[in-house]
């Protein structure tokens, strides 16, 4: 029996790996059929990544404000390819064999494992088509496996277990170690596991088991503290705990976002909030839909118990919460809400199970081997299709290299033996990536945060010389011309927007 469980957890791996293969291979431009993923934050975070597997310490020598398990994954894509995205699409097949797993477990408590395998991949490909999976690589992606498996493990709680007994330690434990992990990629995420140990935290009390409920909290913020302690070490040897908590805490809540207040008010932004969440289910209404469906099912179904509703109902409040109460808003802010698009599915495949089998008069419909493998090999082609058809990289695949100013400017940098380069004007354009060049200034690109720190800074580099080039986007400080003199130009549209990129080389002599 535990071979044939082996074999059958190889099988399904295979499967989700296959799957995820396909559909990642349209959706993100880290795949080898686009010339390059130019998204800045991509980028950014590659550098950053990079940085950290060359001996710089993130924040206080190189600085962006996410979490530092992003960075280490983007460091570990580096060291299988210093210059090309290969590393990073590799490591999103991985988290992508994961949302699949976690995906096909959860559609299980819904459905028979044959229609869960069928419907896995129909889930992911509307989600990694949507605009809020943008580019590809995003932090939202990283933090989507831990999301999924989040909402597995609460699922099946109050499914299988609740409320005939309490849920158990090692679980609630499994869950703040997911929970730590989005803590340390991106916190804003942490809404949806707020809510989680919220909702077991009341079904201890309804139990009246206060104590259960207290210990509860403290396992589950022991997972999460587990997580910390690699970073807590890393810093404290590098002597930059301030650094930690000044470029990844502070900064996001004091600068990056409005909540300082110095805001609208709780009406306002209530507001603000409601028109921002019609906007975002109509940007991405490919899969919230199902999200809609789902949750509204979920919540609205007759055999679900009170707190089961409301377990649902709160992690999405508390997930959407969480990401936009700061005020900011970016398109791919909205993809771990696509964490709830299995309950859509879910929906559709129990329908579709009770409708099979009236039609059929058939009670084990769905368990031959000959119609699951054949509804399993056209669920991978219809959702790779999907992508294809609706995803909105698709026409920059047809882009080539050489058009591209990254690949241009490469050759210029280059020439020189052991480049440095300066970003300004935007968050890193990629000449980093393609020249494999380690920053070596802290505010090595033009962030978003409202600090004048950061130009002041980037003006100073600049007035010393201290970078062999300077790319800029747009605009540039009249400092540059002391030190600098203009080596190349190129035109580049952004998505949407149009650029001009210059590259300045150091003067001889300077």
């Not at 980028?43 to 398990?69: E, H, I, T, W």
């Not at 707020?194 to 909290?217: N, T």
């Amino acid at each position: 029996m535990a071979l044939k469980i082996k074999k059958e957890s190889v099988y399904l791996i295979l499967y989700c790996a296959v799957s995820a293969f396909f559909i990642l291979l349209f959706a993100t431009r880290s795949s080898f059929l686009y010339p390059c993923n130019d998204w800045n934050d991509a980028n950014s975070y590659f550098s950053v990544g990079k940085a950290l597997f060359n001996g710089k310490v993130p924040y206080r020598d190189v600085f962006d404000q996410k979490g530092m398990y992003l960075y280490f994954f983007y460091g570990l894509a580096y060291l299988i390819s210093h210059t090309t995205f290969t590393g990073v699409f590799l490591l999103e097949l991985i988290l992508a064999v994961f949302d699949l797993a976690g995906i096909c477990k959860i559609l299980q408590l819904y459905v028979k494992k044959a229609s869960a395998l069928i419907l896995a991949p129909l889930t992911l490909a509307v989600s990694f088509s949507s605009q809020s999976f943008y580019w590809g690589g995003s932090a939202e992606e990283i933090c989507l496996p831990f999301l999924i498996w989040g909402l597995y493990l609460s699922l099946r709680y109050f499914k299988k277990e609740y409320p005939g007994r309490a849920m158990k330690g090692r679980t609630i434990f499994a869950a703040g170690l997911l929970a730590g992990m989005v803590a340390n990629i991106k916190f804003t995420v942490l809404g949806f596991f707020f809510a989680w140990m919220m909702c077991i935290a009341f079904s201890f009390l309804v139990r009246k088991d206060l104590k259960g409920a207290v210990r509860g909290c403290l396992i589950f913020l022991g997972g999460m503290a587990v997580t910390f302690l690699p970073w807590l070490i890393y810093f404290a040897v590098n002597h930059a705990l301030y650094y930690w908590y000044w470029g990844y805490v502070y900064i996001n809540v004091f600068a990056y976002s409005n909540l300082n207040g110095e805001g609208p008010g709780i009406a306002e932004r209530v507001y603000t909030l409601a028109k921002l969440l019609y906007w975002v289910a109509v940007k991405n209404m490919g899969y919230f839909i199902f999200v809609i469906a789902g949750v509204l099912y979920e919540f609205l179904g007759k055999n679900e118990k009170w707190l089961e509703r409301f377990n649902i109902l709160s992690m999405s409040f508390f997930l959407f919460l969480g990401i936009y109460v700061g005020g900011s808003e970016l398109p791919y802010y909205a993809l771990p809400l696509c964490v709830f698009t299995v309950l859509g599915f879910a929906l559709i495949g129990r329908t579709g199970e009770r409708i099979c089998e009236k039609l059929t008069e058939r009670k084990d419909f769905g368990r031959g081997r000959l119609m699951p493998a054949a509804g399993c090999g056209a669920a991978v082609l219809a959702g790779a299709v999907f992508v294809y058809l609706t995803s909105m990289n698709i026409p920059f695949m047809s882009e080539k290299r050489e058009n591209i100013f990254l690949y241009q400017f490469k050759e210029i940098v280059e020439q020189k033996e052991n480049p440095t380069l300066l970003n300004i004007g935007c968050l890193d354009a990629g000449l980093y990536t393609v020249c494999d060049i380690v920053p070596t200034c802290q505010w090595f690109q033009t962030q978003t945060v409202i600090m004048d720190t950061v130009l002041s800074e980037q003006e100073r580099y600049i007035r010393e010389g201290q970078t062999d080039f300077v790319i800029a986007r747009d605009s540039w400080p009249d400092v540059i011309w002391d030190n600098y003199e203009l080596a190349a130009k190129a035109p580049w549209k952004l998505g949407e927007q149009e650029f001009t990129y210059y590259l300045f080389e150091r003067k001889a002599g300077q």
